[in-house]
């Protein structure tokens, strides 16, 4: 088990309930149906990336290599890529936040690039 990819990945998972609960909840009726629709989206994805991170977190120790470069770049990309979308849905309230969306296809490459640098060593593994 790798300690610390599974406490980031509970953090995420619990975090994408908390930020979920609160789009559906919190935001009706402040922000648009497009606003929500990228908010859930958000949170749909750190969703994922946390699963994933959790399952190769848990299972560490049938790796006979590092998962530090998968680690980092699947937790910088999620925050990035979810981050800036969840900053993005709040646009009807500050329409600057808007630019931010630009940078999030940056955070969606690396999460990308995480799996790419997973399915490299695992195929490398002897």
Known sequence: MHK????VASSFIML???LGAFGA???EGK??????DVWNTAAE???Y?????????LNADRFSFSLKWF???LIVGTIIFSGLLY????QDLNPSLRILGAFVPIGGTLMIVSWAVLITQVFRNK
């Not at 922000?31 to 929500?36: A, K, R, V």
């Not at 990336?49 to 190769?56: E, H, K, N, R």
């Not at 900053?87 to 709040?90: E, G, I, K, M, N």
Request: charged share 5%.
């Open 45 to 47: 994805y750190q969703m």
């Open 87 to 90: 900053l993005t849905a709040l």
């Open 71 to 73: 680690g980092i770049l």
């Open 31 to 36: 922000i648009s149906e497009h606003g929500i």
């Open 4 to 7: 610390n990819q599974v406490i």
């Open 25 to 27: 909840h919190g935001l």
């Open 16 to 18: 994408s309930i908390v």
């Open 49 to 57: 990336a946390g699963l994933g991170l959790l399952a190769v977190g």
